[in-house]
């Protein structure tokens, strides 16, 4: 996991980005049942940077963000009982990727 310190270097746009960025590899990764503990790795440390990047953002991507952290909170309290089931990784790898995508155009990076 990348640091605290290294992270808030990152302008505000590549911050997000990160975010979304983790999102998506826990929508790819959540696809192969061997890849729990990735997952479970991915999730915290997306956590840690939402934790870390939503007090200087703007209203907008603030809610977005504090919605996805819920939803990464559930999925952490809940993995141990779900990832054996193949749709509830489906759904999973579904709202992560839906997160990412939210995530990446608050970003701005979309315009650029």
């Keep these: 996991m990348i640091s605290r310190e290294r992270f808030d270097r990152q302008s505000l746009p590549m911050r997000v980005g990160s975010i979304a960025a983790d999102l998506q590899r826990i929508a790819s990764f959540s696809?192969?049942?061997?890849?729990r503990p990735a997952v479970d790795t991915m999730i915290q440390e997306a956590r840690f940077f939402i934790e870390w990047t939503a007090p200087y953002t703007d209203n907008r991507t603030q809610e977005d963000?504090?919605?996805?952290?819920?939803?990464?909170?559930r999925w952490r309290r809940a993995l141990d009982q779900v990832w054996a089931d193949e749709r509830h990784?489906?759904?999973?790898?579904e709202t992560a990727q839906e997160w990412a995508n939210v995530?990446?155009?608050?970003?701005?990076?979309?315009e650029e």
């Design 31 to 35: 696809r192969h049942f061997e890849n």
């Design 65 to 73: 963000l504090a919605a996805c952290q819920r939803v990464l909170t």
């Design 89 to 93: 990784r489906s759904l999973i790898c």
């Design 103 to 110: 995530l990446l155009q608050d970003s701005g990076m979309l």
